[in-house]
């Protein structure tokens, strides 16, 4: 009986903290075959952490829910240069149907770099900003 209340405590917890983060879209680029969404969002948490900027490629018309399944990162307590959305400052383009380049600013703190999602290949640039 302990055991079982042990393992269920930490997933409570973790079931209470994913309601409080909320994400904004700050930029969305649509793919040239108009299947996927570049999406890049602000994540906030709440006060106890700074914002992030987070990147997702969705089907088309889809908005982010959850973390970006494709970049995360944040300022870096305040070195990397931030966007609008006060996350470290990021751009996306995309190049063909299946290949996206992300943009980022240099001293940004990477949590999440994948290099491809649904046939989507991505390339990742640091930007001097």
Same mark, same amino acid.
């Given at each position: 009986?302990?055991?079982? %209340?042990?393992?269920?405590?930490?997933c409570l917890m973790a079931a209470g903290c994913s309601g409080?983060?909320?994400?904004?879209?700050?930029?969305?680029?649509? %793919?040239?075959?108009?299947?996927?969404?570049?999406?890049?969002?602000?994540?906030?948490?709440?006060?106890?952490?700074?914002?992030?900027?987070?990147?997702?490629?969705?089907?088309?018309?889809?908005?982010p829910t959850g973390s970006g399944n494709i970049f995360r990162a944040d300022d870096n307590h305040g070195v990397?240069?931030?966007?609008?959305?006060?996350?470290?400052?990021?751009?996306?383009?995309?190049?063909?149907?299946?290949?996206?380049?992300?943009?980022?600013? %240099?001293?940004?703190?990477?949590?999440?770099?994948?290099?491809?999602?649904?046939?989507?290949?991505?390339?990742?640039?640091?930007?001097?900003?």
């Amino acid at each position: 009986m302990l055991k079982a %209340s042990l393992l269920i405590i930490p997933c409570l917890m973790a079931a209470g903290c994913s309601g409080t983060c909320e994400n904004s879209v700050a930029a969305k680029a649509t %793919s040239p075959d108009s299947k996927h969404d570049a999406v890049i969002f602000q994540r906030d948490c709440g006060a106890t952490t700074g914002y992030s900027t987070q990147i997702s490629i969705l089907d088309n018309g889809s908005v982010p829910t959850g973390s970006g399944n494709i970049f995360r990162a944040d300022d870096n307590h305040g070195v990397a240069a931030v966007g609008d959305w006060q996350g470290p400052w990021a751009d996306i383009k995309w190049v063909a149907p299946d290949r996206l380049i992300v943009r980022y600013a %240099s001293k940004s703190r990477i949590f999440e770099q994948i290099s491809a999602v649904d046939d989507v290949k991505i390339d990742y640039r640091q930007v001097g900003r």
